[in-house]
């Protein structure tokens, strides 16, 4: 084998190595650094780094910016997505720039060797596939609630801005709203919920859509 050749071979498997640590680095923080793991490390006084940042929470990313983003990578492969299709994949999954490149991952693996523009109802069929593969873990989550928690979580999912009232008590059976609060502690300890400007939003929106979907 040529010195060259040797070269050439050495500098592929030296990309596949880096390509490989990239892709379980980014699996790691995506999958272990969530937001309730990253409170907990420098908030609880416990932990080595307590006290050592200051907690910051960050806006949502402004729409135009995904817009440009998902039609500037779609448009590499010569695929067209158009602005409202854009808005549906943001709204889809609230705008959490994890979840947009999660779906319009699922979307490309869709398109990519037949059809070169992006429809309403490819998103469908990504999220579709996307909450089959996840389905598992949500039931086995699911499972580990109490039946007050189920409805607490279904109530979130649907109308998390009257989860306090006293017509959403009555209608779910709730009880005292203490137990309620109860339960939005724990969900958000757990990670489940997170709490914004005084709303509830899920961490993984496609767990809403479950919900949604099964309860």
Known sequence: MSFRKLQNLMAN?????YELM?????????????????????????????????????SIINV????????????????????????????????????IQFIAAEIWQ???????????EHVDEAVNSVLELKSDYYWEL???????????????SKSPKKIFSKETALKYDL?????????????????????FNDRYEFSDPFFKMFLLNKL
């Open 13 to 17: 498997h030296l990309r596949n190595y």
């Open 22 to 58: 990239f892709k379980i680095i980014n699996m790691y923080l995506i999958y272990f650094l969530e937001t309730h793991l990253l409170k907990d490390m420098f908030s609880n006084k416990s932990r080595a780094f307590y006290n050592s940042a200051f907690l910051m929470n960050l």
């Open 64 to 99: 135009e910016d995904s817009i440009k983003y998902l039609q500037k990578r779609f448009s590499k492969d010569k695929i067209t997505i158009s602005v409202d299709v854009c808005k549906y994949i943001i709204d889809k999954v609230n705008s959490i720039p994890y979840y």
């Open 110 to 120: 869709q398109v990519i060797n037949s059809k070169k523009k992006i429809l309403p």
């Open 142 to 156: 699911l499972s580990k609630q109490t039946n007050y928690r189920k409805k607490v979580l279904y109530i979130l």
């Open 175 to 195: 009880g005292a709203s203490s137990s309620t609060q109860k339960a939005i502690k724990s969900f958000i300890e757990e990670g489940i919920i997170e709490h």
